[in-house]
């Protein structure tokens, strides 16, 4: 695996913003912080979510999203973008989706997490950049970002290295994960092989059962 590093560590609390006639609350809004920060089982100190029925929670502990692919925003549809750009915690550099898998472990700074789902794209981000077709464009793209769960709390700086403790045998990528969701909504054996991994999410299981039998009783 390609070495990554934590380029930054954000938070920040729900807020308020305008959309067109209506407002929203919104935790998207994150912003660096200095010097390291305490991820607990459910979350950075000073972090926080205002849908908690979609975000947060021990399988979304950490959201962590790949500046790599901010030069491929920037020159797509959207502004110099900064840390944070994606409402994530953990700005990460050296790596992607393709790099990723469900299951993986890893050890950055005192703490030790997991990946246990891609992130699904929310419609806030829309809101945050006035563009209405971005969620669309991550889901077709596939640069998602991912979550963490957290084995073993501790304080995560910028700088750390995302050092893996080990790979899981299934290799099953966040990419490929976003594709069988989104891609190959009808193909049982590739949802099969993603439910199959059983570090996976509740949140991500669950939808899939529900289209895995939908499909077992089709045919």
Known sequence: ????????????????????????????FKYPVDGPVYLSRLGFEGD??????????????????????????????????????????????GGAEEDFCIGDTFEIGEAVVQLSQPRQPCFKLSVRYGVPELPAMVQETGYSGFYFRVLREGKVSAGDRV??????????????????????KDDADAIRSLLAVEELAMAWRGSLEKRLAELEDRY
């Not at 695996?1 to 935790?27: D, F, Q, Y």
């Not at 050092?163 to 190959?184: D, S, W």
Request: proline share 6%; with cysteine.
């Open 163 to 184: 050092k893996l403790l080990e790979r899981h045998p299934a290799g099953m990528t966040v990419m490929r994960a976003n594709e069988i969701k989104y891609r190959l």
């Open 1 to 28: 695996m390609k070495e990554t590093t934590i380029a930054s560590v954000n938070v920040g609390l729900p807020k308020v913003v305008p959309h067109g006639r209506k407002e929203v609350e919104t935790g998207l």
């Open 48 to 93: 926080g979510q205002a849908d908690l029925k979609n975000h947060g929670g021990a399988d979304k502990a950490a959201c962590a999203y790949s500046a790599d692919r901010f030069p491929f925003w920037e020159k797509a549809l959207l502004p110099k973008l900064e840390p944070g750009a994606f409402g994530e915690n953990l700005s990460i550099e």
